[in-house]
């Protein structure tokens, strides 16, 4: 069974960091890409980052630069540093890997970034 739990939200300033942490069971880890999403209040859910199994990354423009994706394989772990941090990036934040046709997720976390 695939079980995603996300921590590492709350509250922050503009211009301060957060970092994002999703342990990951159910999967053989390292082979699987993982990706994180957020959505925003009356808003759809996007994609923020991904990474793959060999560590290639990629990112939303809007966060590019800011945001870095990194994953510990023998942790089981995926990991989302936000430096930088905007208003407009409060949202729920989520952690995803996909298996087939079958995306898995994460209950989220909250980040709500105060101005």
């Known amino acids: 069974q695939v079980r995603l739990v996300e921590s590492g939200g709350g509250l922050a300033q503009a211009g301060g960091s957060l970092r994002l942490s999703c342990a990951a069971s159910?999967?053989?880890?390292?082979?699987?890409?993982m990706a994180w999403y957020r959505q925003a209040p009356g808003k759809q859910r996007e994609l923020v980052a991904g990474i793959a199994g060999g560590s290639t990354t990629n990112y939303a423009d809007s966060v590019r630069g800011r945001f870095t994706i990194s994953r510990d394989n023998a942790e089981n772990t995926v990991y989302l540093q936000m430096n930088s941090l905007k208003f407009e990036d409060t949202a729920v934040y989520y952690c995803?890997?996909?298996?087939?046709?079958?995306?898995?997720w994460g209950p989220g976390t909250q980040v709500t970034v105060s101005s």
């Open positions: 995803s890997v996909r298996r087939g046709v079958v995306a898995y």
């Open positions: 159910g999967i053989i880890f390292s082979m699987n890409p």
